[in-house]
């Protein structure tokens, strides 16, 4: 069922932030709490086969089971998983040596029968079938794990014309393709069953074989052994000796504690909640208890003065906490109320549109210290009603990113319950808030019991900080550049109507014209998204090259077709790519166009607490994955213009930053020497690897170079660059020898880092960022060696996110310092945009070149290209 759930859910979309692949995981745990909602069971188990043993099938028969494909890697790693899930589940596992799953539940199937239960068997082997009785039923996948329908005595014998006890005498005649077990030459499942009705059973069949006429009673007699052998080792095993008794099965209890890390580690965002629901359970199971309301105060405006003075005397140490109260009021969300909480002291203010000028005051103070959950979100719906949020000294969504930056959620609920251990409690009431002073009762209490959480998290957070060495960070960079995002985030940038709707007419007739080319190369017209009838016109009816072997025939992923493509430069295969692309990108545009607001501007939000490594993530509409080489990227970069009463738009960004950083982290003289002296980095490496003048580095010597380059930080290895390059293993390996040789501080630092982070815990970047790791020291091989690579990268990505961050600042500080009009809008990967004022330009520029030149003091320069244009588009470089 793990392996169904692997091929039900794409590898690609299920992975967390340390390239732990999650599909089969995640299938299997939903299937799993799907069928206790709908089955609602007394007990369950789940049975595993155990890996590498030597079965008793598979000791008389050595060809049991053999001829299957290798394991993919992405599978690799994931039975442990769903094992720890189990045990989080409180779901008792079983695995026996010598013997298949299907025994176990076989054996459990008898108990469970024996005691009058009524069983429930999930297996995607027929040998179940030989169960089913009036007691026993088998829950058979259909399709992937989500269609299990129930197959009972009257399902088996209207589907295989034989009852349930003689499945397995069908199949030994038939044969079993998954196991191969081949069966008897010309004998289908209706003759079979025909025979076994016929001869009451495959003992009466064989009996009776000689009277058997025609070519199938030849073929039988011909395999008797062979059927006989098939019968043996298809009967399933119901009387094993576990290691639980029948009752250990019973009423499974989760360990919500264990769920929240676990899920936490895999990044599963939903099914936490589907799982409490089905067990019936919450996370205050373990012992927490919903925040309990503090007493608070509705001042009027009158009164708002002295009870802020109030507010400010019993902080202590630890800042005001605020908690905002938001409506969607048109395209942007408003105001309707605000909780302060402090030592012993709490308020409640309703807004009605007008704000109370004194609050206003003490949420614009600098020299107020408050700590809030979410500062971005919070200080625009107080922009929108002309109210700004300074003094802002601990964002918890950020500070407790920089304490656990792996994981996945810091949702102030989520916080509270891993920090606290205590419940937030229900959330605020939906709808408008009540417009009078008063306010409603439910909503300000939740809002202050927000309030309260936020500090009280502060407090907890302040040591945790000092020990992580992010106190610094969140102070110095994530905070001042929480208050520039918000600045980006509301000016937005423009978009052109005319031109992103010419580019989505012109991208829907360049997937039309595609398609009629792929139609054309083929005589006829096919579903080009049908993953099965591209199988059928690829390798039956084209006769193609076979792609890898998968569940469902051969893959038509995007690189295996890219890969036929190379190899055979078919038409219908270059119409399905360039049709592919067109609709990929006309939907990409089209999911811009429906975020252009009424300012004709697309305001992109920006996370600060997603990547791990510290990178800025966009969203809503994301902005990041827009094609940066390609023409049809150059095309959606032109739909975003210079805004009105703006002169151009600028573009900055560093060249090969991520490079300089190894240089500088590795000390490596020969990349320091390159850089220093301005040299074409790759290039240089290539005229020194592979012995010629830079001059004569071919385009192919300084591709090969440049991916290798990259790929060493990220863990690549021989047979990764092999594949990458087109290129043997022999000749890869060959190649990072020569590199290594030539450029030794690169292999000692890429040794080194990673047994340092072994020893410390973590790797930490620059400016001491840290993730830690500790599969580190898994003895799990899969989880250690995805550790492994993100000990090689984290410490240069997160560098380099560290730098453009601390660039940022200085652009935005320097701008303000000059008294220029200008302003930044955007931040994509490592180049930021800024909408240009008239007669600005050459200022902007230096700006621009000397706050990112000089973001961080490496032992080499940080090289900063621009250009400027009327588009974004025009204005790279």
């Avoid at 176990?104 to 068997?121: C, E, F, H, K, N």
């Avoid at 089913?132 to 014309?161: F, Q, T, W």
Wanted: overall charge negative; charged content about 25%; hydrophobic content about 40%.
């Amino acid at each position: 069922m793990a392996f169904r759930a692997f091929f039900a859910l794409p590898a690609e979309s299920f992975r967390n932030s340390e390239g732990q692949h999650t599909n089969a995981v995640h299938g299997f745990t939903s299937m799993l709490i799907n069928l206790m909602r709908d089955q609602k069971p007394t007990h369950v188990a789940v049975a595993f086969d155990v890996s590498d043993e030597t079965t008793h099938r598979k000791a008389e028969y050595s060809e049991y089971k053999g001829g299957r494909n290798e394991t993919p890697s992405e599978f690799r790693g994931q039975i442990d998983l769903i094992k720890r899930v189990m045990q989080a589940l409180g779901i008792r596992t079983l695995e026996l040596p010598g013997y298949e799953a299907d025994d176990i539940l076989a054996t459990l199937a008898s108990q469970g029968a024996d005691a009058g239960m009524d069983v429930y068997l999930v297996s995607g082997d027929r040998d179940t079938f030989q169960l089913v009785n009036d007691h026993v039923s088998v829950l058979y996948p259909r399709k992937g794990v989500s269609d299990i329908p129930c197959m009972d005595a009257a399902a088996i014998e209207e589907k295989y014309l034989v009852p349930p006890a003689r499945y397995p005498d069908l199949a030994a005649l038939v044969g079993e393709s998954a196991d191969n077990l081949p069966g008897v030459p010309g004998v289908g499942p209706k003759t079979a069953a025909k025979w076994i009705a016929q001869y009451d059973g495959l003992e009466g069949v064989l009996a009776h074989a000689s009277e058997i006429k025609g070519k199938a009673g030849e073929s039988l007699r011909e395999n008797v052994e062979a059927v006989e052998r098939n019968r043996r080792l298809n009967r399933l095993i119901t009387d094993l000796e576990l290691p639980l008794a029948l009752d250990e099965l019973a009423s499974p209890e989760p360990d919500t504690a264990a769920i929240e890390s676990l899920f936490d580690e895999l990044e599963f965002k939903n099914l936490r909640a589907r799982v409490y629901e089905i067990f019936a359970t919450e996370p205050e199971a373990t012992g927490t208890e919903v925040f309990e309301v503090p007493e608070y105060t509705r001042p009027d405006e009158a009164e708002l003065p002295a009870a802020l003075a109030r507010l400010a005397s019993a902080a202590g140490e630890v800042p005001v906490a605020v908690a905002i109260r938001a409506e969607q009021a048109g395209e942007r969300q408003e105001a309707t109320g605000v909780a302060l909480a402090s030592h012993g002291v709490a308020v409640f203010v309703a807004v009605d549109g007008v704000f109370p000028a004194p609050l206003a005051e003490w949420l614009a103070d600098a020299e107020v210290p408050k700590a809030i959950h979410e500062y971005k979100e919070s200080a625009k719906a107080l922009r929108a009603l002309g109210v700004e949020l300074e003094g802002v000294v601990d964002d918890v969504s950020i500070s407790g990113y920089l304490i656990e930056p792996d994981r996945r959620s810091y949702a102030l609920g989520d916080l509270a319950q891993h920090h606290l251990d205590i419940q937030l409690g229900p959330a605020p009431a939906s709808g408008q808030l009540a417009l009078s002073l008063g306010g409603d009762d439910e909503i300000a209490a939740a809002l202050v019991r927000e309030a309260a959480v936020v500090r009280a998290l502060s407090a907890d957070f302040a040591p945790l900080l000092a020990e992580v060495g992010a106190a610094s960070l969140l102070a110095e960079m994530e905070l001042p550049l929480a208050r520039v995002l918000l600045d980006m985030e509301w000016a937005g940038i423009a978009v052109s109507k005319e031109q992103i709707d010419a580019l989505m007419d012109d991208l829907g007739r360049a997937s039309e014209e595609a398609a009629e080319r792929a139609y054309a190369a083929i005589g006829h017209e096919v579903n080009l998204g049908s993953p099965k009838q591209l199988q059928t016109v690829l390798f039956d009816e084209l006769e193609l090259p076979k792609t890898k072997k998968i569940k469902t025939g051969y893959t038509t992923d995007a690189a295996s077709l890219k890969d036929l493509l190379d190899k055979t430069g078919h038409p219908f295969l270059e119409g399905l790519m360039a049709h592919r692309e067109s609709s990929k990108l006309r939907q990409m545009v089209e999911t811009l166009k429906k975020s252009v607001t009424s300012d004709a501007r697309i305001h992109t939000t920006y996370a600060q607490n997603i990547a791990a490594t510290g990178r800025l993530s966009s969203n809503n509409p994301n902005l990041q994955n827009i094609p940066i080489r390609s023409e049809e990227g150059r095309r959606v970069r032109d739909v975003f213009v210079v805004g009105e009463g703006y002169e151009s738009l600028l573009s900055a960004d560093y060249s090969q930053i991520e490079m300089r950083i190894m240089a500088h982290l590795s000390n490596d003289a020969g990349l320091i020497q390159a850089y220093r002296e301005g040299e074409d980095l790759h290039r240089f490496v290539g005229s020194r690897i592979f012995h010629v003048a830079p001059a004569d580095v071919t385009p192919e010597m300084r591709a090969k170079v440049k991916a290798m380059s990259y790929g060493l930080a990220y863990g690549l290895t021989s047979f990764g660059l092999s594949k990458q390059l087109d290129i043997s293993v022999d000749e890869a390996r060959t190649l990072m020898k020569d590199y290594f040789d030539r450029f030794g501080g690169v292999r000692d630092y890429l040794r080194g880092v990673v047994e340092q982070a072994r020893k410390d815990g973590y790797t930490s970047t620059i400016f001491g960022r840290r993730r830690y790791l500790p599969d580190l020291n898994s003895t799990d091989r899969a989880r250690r060696e995805v550790a492994e690579r993100v000990a090689l990268n984290s410490p240069i990505q997160g560098s380099a996110a560290d730098i453009i961050k601390l660039a940022m600042l200085g652009v935005e500080h320097e701008l303000e310092a000059r008294g220029l009009a200008s302003r930044l809008l955007l931040q994509i990967h490592d180049e930021l945009v800024v909408e240009v004022a008239p007669g600005e330009e050459a200022a902007v520029r230096d700006v621009v070149v000397e706050r990112m030149g000089s973001a961080a003091e490496l032992s080499v320069p940080l090289d900063v290209q621009v250009g400027v244009g009327r588009t974004w588009n025009e204005a790279g470089h």
